[in-house]
């Protein structure tokens, strides 16, 4: 199957930390995606992981790959109000080309 | 300092109109595609270009058709649009294999058949 699924809303505090969560049904996939869509913009690449890797860690962002349960999560240090967007989890499909979505998660972050 | 452009942020047109939905991108990138996107649905790819002249159907190419001609711009043409296409267009690009498959998006088009 090709399905990428994630929760569509998460709230959180500023200054908290927010976890976004990503399942995937396809064990083979190779690399992992995790894109944010400010109000009225495209997609703007956060980070990505190969699958050999379990964790990535970017300034405030970790990204969590579990292999074994086909888990993929996106924590954010420090949540700011700027931080408030769209995130879109997505893993490099069979055709070496082709990015499957998930249906995005809404995070708002309450001052 | 923008890098894939969509020339047309928001149209609206009539049922049975032909609408023309342009991208350019300034990176020399071989791959083009056009995704829809819809609330709750993610991202759906409609068509992707490998090459100048080339092109695959994607996940949902029915009442779509694509254009490339030239390398950089990547235009997808709806014959005779319809309700059911009122959508966000996004249009992105990626180098090969050696770039980890990024896709680099442009703003996006809104699209409103009325």
């Known amino acids: 199957g090709e399905d990428v699924e994630q929760s569509l809303f998460l709230s959180v505090r500023e200054g908290d930390s927010s976890v976004i969560n990503c399942t995937y049904t396809?064990?083979?996939?190779?690399?992992l995606y995790w894109y944010k869509q400010e109000p009225g913009a495209g997609l703007q690449l956060l980070t990505y992981?190969?699958?050999?890797?379990d964790m990535k860690q970017d300034q405030r962002l970790t990204v969590l790959l579990n292999k074994k349960d086909k888990h993929l999560s996106l924590r954010i240090a420090d949540t700011q109000t700027g931080d408030s967007a769209i995130y879109f989890c997505?893993?490099?499909?069979?055709?070496?080309?082709?990015?499957?979505f998930g249906s995005g998660t809404r995070l708002l972050v309450r001052p | 300092d923008v890098k894939v452009t969509q020339s047309s942020r928001y149209l609206v047109k009539r049922t049975g109109e032909k609408v023309f939905l342009e991208c350019v991108q300034d990176?020399?990138?071989?791959?083009m595609f056009w995704y829809r996107q819809d609330p709750g649905l993610g991202l759906r790819l409609i068509y992707f270009?490998?090459?100048?002249?080339?092109?695959e159907k994607g996940d949902i190419p029915e009442g779509y058709s694509v254009s490339r001609e030239k390398k950089e711009r990547f235009s997808l043409i709806l014959e005779s649009a319809s309700t059911n296409q009122t959508s966000m267009y996004l249009c992105?690009?990626?180098?090969?294999?050696?770039?980890?498959?990024?896709?680099?998006f442009g703003a996006g088009s809104r699209l409103t058949v009325l």
């Open positions: 990176m020399d990138h071989e791959n």
């Open positions: 997505a893993r490099l499909g069979d055709s070496s080309y082709k990015l499957i």
């Open positions: 992981i190969f699958s050999n890797m």
């Open positions: 992105a690009s990626s180098q090969p294999a050696e770039r980890n498959h990024v896709l680099t």
């Open positions: 270009s490998y090459d100048v002249k080339m092109k």
């Open positions: 396809d064990s083979s996939s190779t690399y």
